[in-house]
């Protein structure tokens, strides 16, 4: 599956009470200044010129506005419900793009589009393809969105520092303790600190430990390489299954080579059941999704099969609006691509399962979705322990126009079965619609625990279901679980960089 690399992308903003803590970084025009030094033609309501002949005039703003307004309405998802807004009215193209998208709302209320963005080209050229971030080595989980409820999450790489474990709760940074935010320097100092925008970068962290005592710690950022698969392990269910367990935190290009090890040692194993753990997982390559998805369900299921088809809007029903391609199904890919560690056209391993147990909440998005979504497609059963899924099934290619790179929702993916209307995510529950509610157990996340440890709220509901089908959980669990369908718990949000929060996709094979 070589070729042009096909990107879509969604970004998520977090609110701690007047906080805004984000990951994402707006990007303002860029790009040389070669272009016509004239102006485009007055603008007329409801009437659009090709994208093409404002493409790459970098000489002013109304020239990349215009070629926003037009692009937006070639290949926006819900052209329809774009207000069509002067563009010479708007200074920055960043304010006039963040205006060229719906207002409308999801079946539960939500916006449907959160998913509009825009960063600087460089920027994003770097980060999405070498999977480098300036960061501690973990991923920090806000809960409520309280500034007071900052938690250290999970580990990032290898360079985890020791003296943080996952649980931990931030109670000062510096000078300012989290209980006591009161103007905006303290905001600005808070984000500026918990999210580096520099390697190097100093801050003294104090942390309360889960029995209470206090711990305080300097900490330096550095340019971290993100560790996709951290963890693999066969555990022992009670009655004597052999249990793989494969925690898959980024759909990067590493991720493959890791995948196909891990896969590779579990069928050595000869695992009876597998629990994916995606519950941090915000996506990336929607190749690798693809990939893992057929070493889970393996040849037979998958042969021929559609893991993702792409649908656009009604004005390209068969062709792709940015390709000019025929469009056609995503298949299962069986061989490894060639694109990153490992050679091309290698036949990848497979576990030949009829179920999976996915261990998902809110920060389970887009490639992640997709898994699951595909799997349910070729009728492998997914068991969802956990909560709701942040429900992220649409794309769209990154366009860069002037130096920024531009990010509006231009397709939904859809399974074998033509379903993707999962929005509002995929929820645990009682019983399999076939849609968007999957079998499964509402568990809040457990951060008493680490992640892979057969007590860690989570897996250990997991395990027991393996073990007779229910959703409760040993006492060693030290919670009480919690399966019945609407009771949603509240799970940290983890913020992560852009890069690590889309669904990027690769065709041409």
Known sequence: MGGTRRHLFICVFLTLSAIQLSACNSGGGGGDDAGHDDQPSAWQPGV????????????????????????????????????????????????????????GYTPSGSKKDNFHYSMPTAEWNQQSESGVSVGYGFQWAVFNSNPEQVYAAYSDSEEWPAEVARGMRVVRIGDVYMSQVSSQADIDFINNALWPSAAGDTHEFEFERGDGTLYTVELTAANVVSDPVPKVDVLEGSGGERVGYLLFNDHIGTAEKALRDAVTQLRQQSIDELVLDLR??????????????YMIAGPERTEGK???????????????????????????????????????????????????????????????????????????????????????PYGFYPTDNCGTTWFTIQFKGVNDKGFG????????????????????????????????????????????????????????????????????????????????????VTLGR
């Open 280 to 293: 941090y997982n915000g996506g990336g390559y929607l190749a690798i999704a693809s990939q893992l998805a």
């Open 421 to 504: 209307e999962y929005s509002d995510g995929f929820a645990p529950s009682s019983y399999d619609d076939g849609y968007a509610l999957v079998k499964g157990c509402e568990v809040a996340d457990d951060f008493s625990h680490p992640l892979g440890d057969e007590n860690e709220g989570r897996l250990a509901v997991a395990l027991n279901y393996i073990a007779d089908g229910q959703c409760a959980t040993s006492a060693a669990a030290g919670f009480v679980a919690q399966p019945q369908l609407g009771v949603m718990f509240s799970d940290g949000k983890v913020v992560k960089p852009a890069w690590r929060q889309n669904r990027i």
């Open 306 to 392: 559609t893991f993702e088809l792409m649908q656009f809007n009604d004005q390209h029903p068969t062709h792709d609006p940015v390709t000019g391609e025929p469009l056609e199904p995503i298949p299962f890919i069986d061989v490894t691509l060639g694109e990153w560690e490992l050679p091309g056209n290698q036949s990848l391993p497979s576990l030949n399962l009829e179920r999976v147990f996915v261990l998902a909440g809110p920060n389970t998005c887009s490639a992640s979705e997709a898994i699951i979504n595909s799997l349910r497609g070729v009728n492998v059963k997914v068991v969802l322990i956990g909560s709701q899924t942040c429900g992220k």
């Open 48 to 103: 659009f010129l090709p994208s093409d002949e404002f493409a790459n005039q970098c000489s002013s703003a109304l020239w990349e506005n215009n070629w926003l307004r037009s692009w937006s309405h070639e290949t926006y998802l819900w052209y329809d419900e774009i207000e069509d807004r002067d563009p010479a009215g708007y200074a920055d193209p960043t304010e006039y793009f963040a205006l060229l998208k719906t207002e």
